[in-house]
């Protein structure tokens, strides 16, 4: 047993170096001055990639503002869309189910870049295309399938036997779905939600080919920045960029209940 | 009171018309222009011209070739790691390491893709332990681990973030193995290996599979690590198929859509693989 | 205000094909305590829900106080319904969870507040309003699920297997708790249980249920010395059967003529009696019989009595001392014998 825990020990360890190892160096240099080869830290610190972030004529303020307004915006209407079809598929059996998952989890392992090269044209012809609300329609593929996934496992959790209760108390339809299912699969849908916000920050490909250069968002700011030479500024919005991820971990291993990891990631990845 | 049928159709309805226009339409748009069905640029003769171009340029089977073995190599190892990681994991279970190792799998890929680049590059954080080590003197004694022809860098991002991801997975299956009936295995004269090979294994392969299958199918389709840390030649399916698309040359278009119906066929496949093994691992 | 329940005909069948209830009809009077008695998997809850509102019945009707409320929305139908788990809402205090049912009718804060603490002292869980299920007890938690029903003042209380879930002395408990909540308030209930035992001494009358049949509808003593057929005696724990062909107030059986003192249509018959009501003794319908085996149960002695190719069990006071092998007389009175026909 001893021998057991202690190989544990040590495999944990290495792989917490290893997951750390990446995100380090984004740290170090985002506050780095002087860091010449081969110095293992820096010579000197600075906030020279911050200024430059926040200077006048950065577009900085603008892509992270928009990156929020679309991740918040595909955030609620995912989830909205997710939840009656978790629902459906949750608490339901009917024919056609197998063909109605296979269609919702399509998008999850069919490259959305080909079907959005696809659409563009018709973006272009529609007036959707260098839009806001063009960018929300795209971000919508990949984050629709994910909400509707994890709130159907949330939803066959679910036997239905409170609402019965419910409903021999007197509540209608509507008020066993508001006052006991909603609260009931919260923590799911708090889930499906993280999960379609970062993304939806995370979309790179699929903004670019629709936002046309008009709508400007923080990975673009980050491709244009990891495609120079300057790793001062390419570590700090890598740290701004990485931030949803750790808060909505934090948030998760908080409010989530602990054990619950396989609710929380299992069911998806995040590109 | 409506029918229950009427009110499962209304309740998935919403979902799937995303689905179906923006997706499905998408991905229809794209066969058509990959036939030369493009009445934008006066191009109305539907023909199979593109898929013939395509499937015999070298360039392409260059690019299949590279996607096949990036992908490949990146879930191969990714699983590897992965089952190692949750066997360890499985019995030390606390808060702040679950935490932790979850890391990769929230983090964007292209956070990931500059993190790994900033520590393989020629003076990266590799380079300057290898020197402070006195295994190097120079940066270029380092080995190029980015934009090369074996796409090392491109490989170790998708390591970092997918090993996590498999390995929740692979943890989650470990919950179904009674540890009993690994103890029964024990009396009965198992030793670890064989108890690995003949109670656990059995058990988490679903799982393994059908988590590999998801990484391979992204890893086949994604296109921001290889376009940010790939080589200039050959490219990767996806990075290939948006260089054709941004191409001014508007004819090679039905290229560029070619190559995307050929990727949404392939990685559809990987789905239909992934659904049936979902269900047997519900079933099981 | 209690209801005249009545069910008409009810046919239940899943979307399997599998058939739950078949052409079940019953009636129990206003304030009455009815149980629904039968084994696991009979149809008993497929009934409540359908009673409840929860199922719509494939065919047949259910009416309250000769109204029909087979489309009635359950929320609607003021029938409260206990279930076998206490299904307390886990994001709702008690005190929330018992106010659930009148806050869904609208009714304000400090009237739902004092008819919650009414209702929680007539469960004896005063003191817990500001609890949270999972903190209580199993028990606790279903007497909570009673509260939440009651409060709602029901015409029809529907009690599914509601103490089943819980250790033998606290099922006790609840089951008095139960007979008195019943017997104070003003409501009809339809308890639904497995347990013969817990149907005997709850209800006032009893329905026996038997693959989805309903087999015999009437008091507990009716089950136990007048069962319609050899299937309501078994369930009953009748272990005694006799074939025989009845004529003249008598049957003709393999042990010889017995008088019977019920009036019988004539014909062949099944006479069944309850161990207890064997006699050891000579006398009328006496006939001799050898001891095969004896088992002491404390308060009494079941003995397993040979008389041809008849065997039957008495139950005798232990005071009784008799040997395996002996020879007795064993007698059936006729006034405990009783006969159906299949």
């Known amino acids: ?271 | 009171m409506i029918g229950e049928r009427t009110r499962i159709a209304l309740l998935l309805a919403p979902a799937l018309a995303v689905i179906l226009v923006l997706f499905g339409g998408g991905l229809y748009a794209a066969l058509l222009q990959s036939l030369g069905y493009f009445p934008a640029i006066g191009m109305t003769e539907p023909g199979l011209d593109a898929y013939r171009a395509v499937l015999t340029s070298p360039d392409f089977l260059n690019s299949l070739a590279l996607t096949v073995y990036v992908a490949g190599a990146s879930t191969a190892i990714s699983t590897v790691l992965a089952v190692l990681l949750a066997l360890a994991l499985r019995r030390a279970p606390g808060r702040i390491s679950t935490a932790l190792f979850q890391l990769p799998v929230t983090v964007p890929h292209l956070v990931a893709a500059v993190g790994v680049a900033l520590v393989v590059t020629q003076t990266g954080l590799g380079a300057r332990i290898a020197a402070a080590l006195g295994l190097i003197g120079e940066p270029a004694d380092f080995p190029a681990l980015l934009y090369d022809r074996y796409s090392a860098g491109i490989i170790l991002t998708y390591v970092w973030k997918e090993t996590p991801f498999i390995a929740l997975i692979v943890l989650a299956a470990l919950r179904g193995v009674a540890s009993e009936l690994e103890e029964v295995a024990q009396t009965l004269g198992a030793n670890a290996w064989q108890r690995f090979w003949y109670v656990i294994f059995p058990a988490i392969y679903p799982a393994v599979v059908a988590a590999s299958l998801v990484v391979f199918a992204f890893t086949f389709g994604a296109f921001e690590i290889p376009f940010l840390l790939g080589q200039d030649y050959p490219t990767m399916l996806p990075v290939t198929a948006y260089r054709e698309y941004r191409s001014i040359d508007l004819s090679a278009r039905p290229a560029a859509m070619a190559i995307n119906v050929i990727l949404a066929l392939l990685t559809a496949l990987f789905a239909a693989a992934y659904l049936r093994l979902s269900r047997e691992l519900r079933r099981g | 205000m209690s209801t005249r329940l009545e069910l008409r005909d009810i046919s239940h069948r899943y979307r399997t094909g599998e058939r739950a209830v078949s052409h079940l009809t019953l009636t129990a009077g206003p304030g009455e305590l009815v149980a629904l008695l039968g084994p696991s998997g009979c149809g008993k809850t497929t009934v409540l829900k359908i009673i409840a509102g929860l199922l719509r019945p494939t065919a047949g009707a259910v009416l309250a106080d000769g109204n029909d409320m087979t489309g009635v929305p359950p929320e609607r139908r003021r029938v409260a319904m206990v279930f076998q788990k206490p299904l307390l809402f886990p994001h709702l205090s008690v005190a929330a969870n018992v106010g659930f049912g009148l806050r869904m009718r609208g009714m304000g804060r400090r009237e739902t507040g004092r008819r919650v603490e009414q209702a929680l002292r007539q469960v004896r869980m005063e003191g817990f309003a500001d609890r949270r299920p999972e903190e209580l007890s199993g028990g606790q938690q279903q007497r909570v699920a009673l509260a939440r029903a009651l409060v709602t003042e029901p015409r029809l209380l529907l009690l599914d297997e509601p103490f089943s879930a819980l250790d033998a002395n606290l099922r006790e408990e609840m089951r008095e708790l139960t007979k008195h909540l019943h017997a104070t308030g003003d409501f009809t209930t339809l308890l639904v249980t497995h347990d013969q035992g817990e149907a005997v001494s709850l209800a006032e009358r009893i329905a026996l249920l038997l693959d989805g049949r309903l087999q015999m509808y009437d008091t507990p003593e009716a089950f136990y010395n007048r069962p319609v057929n050899r299937r309501v005696a078994e369930f009953f724990g009748a272990t005694n059967f006799l074939e025989g062909r009845i004529s003249d107030g008598a049957a003709e059986t393999p042990l010889g003529r017995l008088k019977l003192a019920a009036p019988v249509p004539p014909g062949s018959a099944t006479l069944t009696i309850r161990p207890e009501a064997v006699r050891l003794e000579a006398g009328e319908n006496s006939f001799p019989a050898r001891i095969l085996s004896a088992a002491y149960l404390g308060t009494q002695v079941l003995y397993t009595l040979e008389a041809g190719s008849v065997r039957l069990r008495a139950a005798v006071p232990p005071h009784v001392k008799l040997g395996v092998g002996q020879r007795v007389s064993a007698r059936l009175p006729a006034e405990s014998l009783w006969a159906f026909s299949e």
């Not at chain 1, 984004?26 to 002087?34: M, R, V």
Request: net charge neutral; proline share 7%.
């Open chain 1, 1 to 271: 047993m001893d021998k057991r825990n202690r190989s544990a020990g040590i495999a944990l360890a290495l792989a917490a170096v290893l997951v750390t190892t990446p995100l380090l160096p984004l740290a170090l240099w985002s506050f780095a001055g002087e860091w010449r080869f081969p110095d293992l830290l820096p010579a000197s610190w600075s906030l020279r990639g911050w200024e430059a972030l926040l200077a006048p004529g950065s577009r900085f303020t603008e892509a992270v503002l928009n990156s929020l307004v679309i991740a918040a915006a595909v955030t609620a209407a995912a989830v909205v869309i997710g939840l009656p079809a978790g629902m459906a598929l949750g608490t339901h059996d009917f024919r056609l189910k197998g063909v109605v998952i296979f269609i919702i989890l399509l998008p999850i392992l069919v490259p959305p870049l080909a079907s959005t090269m696809g659409i563009h044209l018709t973006f272009i012809r529609l007036g959707l295309a260098d839009t806001m609300f063009g960018v929300f329609l795209v971000h919508l593929v990949p984050t629709v399938p994910y909400t509707a996934i994890i709130l159907t496992s949330v939803f066959a959790e679910r036997t239905g036997e409170l609402e019965e209760a419910a409903r021999t108390l007197g509540a209608g339809p509507w008020q066993a779905f508001w006052h006991v299912t909603l609260p009931q699969v919260a923590p799911g849908v708090a889930v499906a939600g993280l999960f379609a916000f970062l993304i939806s920050w995370s979309q790179y490909i699929l903004t670019v080919l629709i936002g046309g250069g008009t709508v400007i968002t923080l990975p673009m700011l980050l491709f244009s920045a990891a495609s120079g030479t300057d790793p001062v500024i390419t570590s700090t919005l890598a740290v701004v960029f990485a931030l949803p991820a750790v808060v909505a971990l934090l948030l998760a291993l908080r409010y989530l209940n602990p054990g619950n990891e396989r609710g929380f990631l299992g069911v998806g990845k995040v590109s």
